[in-house]
């Protein structure tokens, strides 16, 4: 028989996840890309969105809550973005190796 463990994630891997959400990753992308299932990145948004409204209402305090929430979201695109030059840069020089094996002249 087999025996199903629960894993158990850090908090700041859980905001990291999150912030990709948040910043326009799809549900489908992140789960592949860190092997969890989605349902489980929709509750962990879904808890991280309970968690900052009940903050926020609580210190009275949403533009700050909004900037830190945008800030969030800035970040995790920054990284994105950052993963996407990367990606752009090792595309460019494989095809530049096989373009310089292949002249015109």
Do not use: C, H
């Not at 905001?15 to 962990?44: D, H, K």
């Not at 900052?52 to 800035?74: F, H, P, Q, R």
């Amino acid at each position: 028989m087999f025996v199903k463990t629960r894993r158990s994630y850090d908090p700041e891997f859980k905001q990291e996840v999150i912030r990709m959400l948040v910043s326009g990753r799809s549900a489908r992308e992140t789960s592949e890309a860190f092997g969890i299932a989605e349902n489980v990145l929709y509750r962990w948004r879904r808890m991280a969105t309970k968690k900052t409204k009940s903050n926020s209402g609580e210190s009275g305090n949403d533009k700050a809550a909004k900037l830190a929430a945008e800030v969030a979201k800035l970040r995790a695109e920054n990284e994105r973005l950052k993963t996407d030059r990367e990606i752009l840069k090792k595309a460019l020089g494989l095809l530049s190796q096989s373009n310089s094996g292949t002249s015109m002249s």
